[in-house]
């Protein structure tokens, strides 16, 4: 079993729908991070959290560390959202990634 | 100020070749980590660096192997390569636990 697990794998919805993907997690974490990758492989890191919840724009990350689980939210989806999520973790001195959810958003 | 930068962008190889692979860091950043990304597959955890030692590997050969430069940019290096090493190479600078990542080098064996 992977320690960071995500659902779901891919997503394909209509512009301005409300998109939430998730993180599962089994190991004590320092820290989680929420990850864009865009075809053509440049990494972005939209949110680092350790707890509670960050919003920027129209993205809103939540984390319940009890519950070893995060959440990524997209308000008002749109098709510059397409991209690949990847939720990362840090513990024991090292990052370890899921293995990524496809976003797919049809205008 | 520059971001991380990663060098080359694309590499095209010859199984059995050795490769080399630079990144330069965030200035101020004194952590490079590299990680392999296989095309379908979550990044890799490789090495990471602190102030030139190596602080940790992932479950990779010894044929990969990296260093980190007194003025904190790194190098990977591979050799005998496979087919399978075939993916994306990306390296991340980091201060405490926020991340910065390259565009990556996309390395291809044939």
């Known amino acids: 079993k992977n320690e960071v697990e995500q659902s779901p794998q891919n997503l394909t919805a209509q512009e301005g729908e409300f998109i939430t993907i998730n993180c599962s997690y089994s190991v004590g974490i320092s820290a989680l991070h929420w990850l864009q990758q865009h075809p053509g492989g440049g990494i972005v890191s939209l949110f680092m959290?350790?707890?509670g919840k960050k919003k920027h724009g129209r993205l809103i990350a939540t984390i319940n560390i009890q519950e070893k689980h995060s959440s990524l939210h997209i308000t008002a989806s749109h098709p510059r959202d397409s991209a690949v999520y990847i939720c990362?973790?840090?513990?024991?001195?090292?990052?370890?990634f899921g293995t990524g959810t496809r976003l797919t958003i049809i205008p | 100020d520059a971001g991380v930068t990663q060098s080359p962008t694309h590499l095209i190889k010859t199984r059995g070749q050795h490769v080399t692979l630079r990144c330069s860091p965030i200035s101020g950043h004194k952590s490079v980590s590299w990680y392999q990304q296989v095309l379908g597959q979550g990044p890799q955890f490789i090495f990471q660096?602190?102030?030139?030692?190596?602080?940790g590997r992932g479950n990779f050969p010894d044929r990969f192997s990296a260093r980190q430069f007194p003025n904190y940019s790194s190098e990977l290096n591979v050799n005998a390569l496979l087919l399978g090493d075939s993916a994306l190479y990306l390296c991340a600078s980091s201060l405490y636990y926020g991340y910065t990542f390259g565009s990556g080098t996309r390395l291809t064996v044939v």
């Open positions: 990362a973790v840090f513990s024991n001195e090292k990052l370890t």
């Open positions: 959290l350790s707890s």
């Open positions: 660096y602190y102030e030139k030692e190596e602080r």
